[in-house]
């Protein structure tokens, strides 16, 4: 199976879950899963031939202060009202899925910066900022398709020709975070 440019060697769960499935979503489908989670590399332009990935989108966790959702939803709001439309409600952070969500960072997008960071107990490199996809446009509640936030992206946040929220980090080891945990960037 192909995730993204690689090609990964995934473990069917058999008929069974394939049937339950398939029966639950109305369409023909298998379940998979990475059997060997340290089977499948990162990005080479961005980590190292030992950095591993599972099945996640392209690096093991994602980072987003809630400082630039604040911005990002300050823009979609003045955006609107620049286009005489109804002023949306704020989008929640869960929309564009992050693993670790800090506060108390003091500028909107600082992330973007960082080269690395700890939290807790655990040291973790930062690879680079999160390109953004359609599924950011999907209420996931009410799985309502809009504009938002890639319109307001593509207007403040377009570099090189990505739209970017949140950045990509790379643990340099193991170990716990917790909510709570001092965030130290550098």
């Keep these: 199976m192909r995730v993204w440019r690689t090609e990964v060697k995934l473990t069917d769960c058999g008929d069974e879950a394939a049937d339950w499935l ?6 023909s489908v298998r379940l998979v899963w990475l059997d060997d ?5 990162v990005n080479p332009k961005h980590g190292t031939p030992q950095d591993r ?11 987003a202060s809630t400082t630039s959702l604040d911005r ?6 003045e955006t609107a009202v620049e286009r005489g439309e109804e002023v949306p409600a704020p989008l ?19 992330e973007d910066g960082w ?15 999160c390109d953004r ?17 890639l319109r307001t ?29 001092p965030v130290v960037p550098s």
Aim: glycine share 8%; with cysteine; hydrophobic share 40%.
């Design 153 to 181: 992206l593509a207007k403040y946040r377009r570099i090189d020709k990505q739209l970017l929220f949140a950045v990509n980090l790379i643990p340099d080891g193991t170990g716990v975070i917790r909510i709570g945990d």
């Design 115 to 129: 080269k690395r960071v700890r939290i807790g107990e655990v040291d973790f490199r930062v690879t680079k900022p």
């Design 22 to 27: 398939s029966a639950l979503l109305g369409r």
């Design 92 to 110: 929640p952070m869960r929309r564009f899925r992050p693993n670790v969500v800090v506060s108390g960072v003091e500028e909107p997008f600082a």
């Design 133 to 149: 996809c359609v599924l950011t446009t999907i209420d996931p509640d009410t799985l309502e398709k809009g504009k938002e936030p």
């Design 53 to 63: 990935v599972s099945l996640a989108d392209g690096y093991p966790v994602l980072l």
């Design 37 to 41: 989670p340290t089977r499948r590399p």
């Design 72 to 77: 990002l939803n300050d823009w979609i709001a």
